[in-house]
């Protein structure tokens, strides 16, 4: 249509050009390499997310999602579904043990663990 640029014209303005023919492709080419370079340890990541004594409470209300924990047992070459056993146990009993012992200070306990 008249008007409309082609696809594989190049933008008439300097400004333009730049974003669409460097900026873009850099962040492409920087995107694709952190992808390459985790995706080999996604497993791990996803498991040690569910270590995160942030996600504690998520964990107590919603449960341990079946499949976590399982690179992070065979690591360290134990059976995953005793170590979600043994992080339900703790979420279910440890956090209000620490709770009631260490009471304000909480956060600062986790933060010096």
Do not use: W
């Not at 997310?49 to 992070?72: A, M, N, Q, T, Y």
């Not at 059976?79 to 043990?97: F, I, M, N, P, Q």
């Amino acid at each position: 249509m008249p008007g409309d640029q082609a696809k594989d014209s190049r933008p008439p303005d300097s400004i333009t050009r730049f974003r669409v023919e460097v900026y873009r492709s850099v962040i492409d080419q920087i995107t694709s390499s952190l992808e390459e370079r985790f995706i080999v340890n996604r497993a791990i990541i996803l498991d040690t997310s569910c270590l995160d004594p942030r996600r504690f409470k998520e964990l107590s209300d919603c449960g341990i999602p079946l499949g976590s924990l399982d690179k992070v047992a065979e690591l360290a070459g134990l059976d995953a579904t005793s170590l979600r056993s043994e992080l339900s146990v703790y979420l279910l009993e440890g956090t209000s043990h620490c709770a009631a012992h260490y009471g304000k200070n909480l956060t600062l306990f986790r933060v010096r663990i």
